[in-house]
Each structure stands twice: as C-alpha cells, then as structure tokens.
C-alpha cells in the first residue's frame, strides 16, 4: 500500500545552517504530498503542499519538490533559526482516500 | 491563534472516571477528525465526521465515543480508560472529508490526558 518514510531524527543544526529533512513515498497512484510542522506544546500546522509531479511547495522559505522519478518529497531551507525548531511530519493523501497519513515525524533542533 | 480550540488543555483521570474532550470550530468545515498521538510518535487517526455523521472508526476500542452535536463541535467521552491510553489528544478539522490539498486539516493545540 501507499506510504511515506521519514528520515530519522533528530537532526541538529546551527542557527544559518542548510536544512534537508527526506521523505520517500511509495505508491500506486499519484499521492498529494504535504509537510507538517509541530512547534513545542502545539497542534499540528500544514507547511506546505504539492499535488502533482514537479510540483515545488514553499512556505516561510521552507521548500520541498514532488519528484516523481526518485519517489521523493524532501523539505529543504537555506538558513534555519531557532524558531524552527519542532517536528516534522510528512503526510500523503490520495483521491478517494478519506483521511490523512503521517509519517513517523523528524525533530529538528537548532542551536544558537 | 489556533482556530480550532480544544478543552481541557490538560486532563488527569482514574481509571474508573468518566470525562469529555471538547473541541470547537468556527470556519464552516464540515469534516472534523479525533487523533491520538503518543510521545515521539506521528498522529494516529481515531475517528472522523464528515456532515455531523460518523464517516471513519478505525477500530478504536469502545472506551471511546465520539459525539458530533451540530457541525462546529466535537466531543470524545471517555470511561473506563486504561494508563496506556495516555497521550495528546487532537482535533482538526476540514472543509470537505479527507484533509486533501484543496481542503487542508487545521489542528487544535490538543488535549495531554493522563490516566492514573
């Protein structure tokens, strides 16, 4: 069946480091794919968004690209903060399906 | 500020307590989820409510009932929980069934239970 794999975390960085979180998708069809974030003591927020092949998702200068051809949906930010420490889920939904599916999640912690 | 508030933020309970979560919306959405996460672990779908109607179970044990009143709140009534059912409790919610790219799921901020 369908799925996503996150790489495991933590990842640690320093604050102005290059950030790569993966994410693989296994499926039969085209799946949406989507980024979650979870900042300490707090719901789960939508980041950002693709739908089809090549589509690129970006948001707060988070981006991430629907690459069809290495099955992958990887978040990528040139310069993280502080503040962009929290989890991350990546999720996946496809047409007929009636709920969304996370991902095992990866913390990102970055230090001063 | 979340749009979707849940209530308590906090619940400490005995194993033989009754008690209820809350959760409220506003946006007009028409599907409303219930997940469960435990530490360190994504979230895990409970139940969903698509037009005030229960529309997915995923085999959650009957210690838990969920209850859609009118289409802007959620319940979920717990009784005769067990300690491992300890952990964040969320609600999201949607405007259309699914949590899809056109139709996105907003989380509340959740509810920590713990049963003792």
């Known amino acids: 069946g369908n799925s996503v794999t996150q790489m495991e975390g933590p990842v640690t960085l320093s604050e102005e480091a290059f950030l790569t979180i993966n994410c693989t998708y296994t499926a039969t069809g085209y799946p949406s794919l989507f980024w979650y974030v979870q900042y300490p003591g707090e719901g789960l927020q939508l980041l950002l968004k693709a739908t089809k092949a090549d589509d690129k998702g970006s948001n707060k200068g988070f981006e991430a690209t629907y690459r069809k051809e290495t099955t992958s949906f990887h978040l990528e930010k040139g310069s993280v903060q502080v503040s962009d420490s929290a989890v991350y889920f990546c999720a996946w939904t496809d047409t007929g399906r009636r709920a969304l599916t996370f991902g095992s999640g990866t913390r990102l912690q970055v230090q001063p | 500020d979340t749009e979707v508030t849940q209530t308590p933020k906090h619940l400490v309970m005995g194993m033989t307590n009754k008690k209820s979560l809350k959760c409220e919306q506003h946006?007009?959405?028409?599907?409303m989820y219930w997940y469960k996460q435990k530490a360190k672990k994504p979230p895990e779908l409970m139940f969903v409510y698509s037009y005030e109607k229960l529309s997915i179970n995923e085999s959650v044990p009957s210690r838990f009932s969920p209850e859609c009143p009118n289409s802007s709140l959620l319940n979920l009534h717990l009784h005769a929980l067990q300690p491992e059912d300890s952990a964040l409790y969320l609600c999201?919610?949607?405007?259309?069934?699914?949590?899809?790219?056109?139709?996105?799921?907003?989380f509340g901020n959740g509810t920590r239970l713990t049963v003792t």
């Open positions: 946006m007009g959405h028409r599907a």
């Open positions: 999201a919610s949607s405007q259309d069934e699914g949590g899809g790219p056109y139709s996105p799921l907003h």
